[in-house]
């Protein structure tokens, strides 16, 4: 059996394993199937959204919030879907979903289940201003993509808590939080797969839209993905290298911080941009970790 083999058949192993959180909840599924279907209306979504009182209420307090910049208080979950857009009410949805996923103690000395929430929450609001800085007019989807980035691990978590354990225990991390070792060189020795290989799997089972299962499955290295297929990949990995450089930031899969060159042309952003949003990053970091919560 050549390598590759083996490394899908243990990870289609291990999405089998974790059943409960390889399957979405049943409204979020009805919504993205909602969104996806280009008859359905807002009253529609509506309809749907209404029977969940604790969605209700986080997608009008994601309406309110300086995220989205809208006038006034809004009440209404109609008019909070009209006003955001089918879109956006299905991305706050899966966010919903996703915050679940992440709940849990600490694992052991440098690894949490939060911790890695936290650092999703930085990495998809830096993508989102990533986005809207370039006017790529795909904020909410790069929020969405930076958020579920490094969902592998939480794959890892739930197939085989020891692994993991070994996985971290196996890295080093200095006074300013670098790591010895690159978190995706472990993971193979000790799983036969990286977080990038469980993500994409987790999102093909998820049926995301194919930008999801490339982002999670090559946010570290973007440009090995087709010319045409790579700039929300791209986008992720710049927006990740922004979030770790956070203070307290999760970082064990990223040795270096230094954002090479070659994926700043590909999205075309300059350093001054990077530099902009860099500058701006931990103020909305914790408007959005406020926002989720």
Not at 6 to 14: P, R, S
Not at 81 to 107: C, D, E, T
Not at 111 to 118: K, P, V
Request: hydrophobic share 45%; net charge negative.
């Amino acid at each position: 059996m050549s390598e590759l083999t083996a490394q899908k058949q243990i990870v289609t192993d291990a999405i089998k394993e974790i059943s409960h959180i390889a399957t979405l909840p049943e409204i979020t599924v009805k919504i993205i199937e909602l969104v996806e279907d280009p008859t359905s209306t807002a009253q529609d979504l509506n309809n749907v959204i209404s029977n969940d009182p604790a969605l209700c209420s986080r997608i009008l307090k994601v309406v309110n919030s300086s995220f989205y910049g809208l006038p006034g208080q809004i009440g209404s979950i109609n008019r909070a879907i009209v006003l955001l857009g089918l879109n956006a009410v299905k991305n706050i949805a899966i966010s919903a979903s996703m915050a679940k996923l992440f709940r849990g103690g600490q694992l052991c000395e440098n690894f949490s289940a939060r911790d890695i929430w936290m650092h999703a929450i930085a990495t998809g609001t830096a993508a989102k201003m990533i986005a809207d800085k370039l006017k790529m007019g795909v904020g909410d989807e790069a929020f969405l993509a930076g958020l579920t980035h490094d969902i592998g691990m939480m794959v890892e978590m739930q197939f085989d808590r020891l692994k993991l354990v070994d996985v971290v225990n196996q890295i080093n991390v200095g006074p300013d939080g670098t790591p010895d070792r690159d978190m995706r060189e472990v993971e193979r020795e000790v799983f036969g797969a990286d977080h990038q290989a469980f993500g994409k799997a987790l999102c093909e089972r998820w049926k995301f839209p194919e930008a999801f299962a490339q982002v999670t499955g090559f946010h570290h290295n973007p440009l090995d993905l087709p010319t045409g297929s790579r700039s929300m990949a791209c986008l992720v990995y710049v927006a990740d290298h922004l979030a770790s450089s956070l203070d307290r930031a999760f970082r064990l899969d990223l040795p270096s911080l230094e954002i090479d060159g070659s994926v700043l042309d590909e999205i075309h952003m300059t350093r001054d941009a990077l530099e902009d949003v860099r500058a701006r990053l931990e103020e909305e970091v914790d408007d959005v970790a406020a926002m989720l919560s």
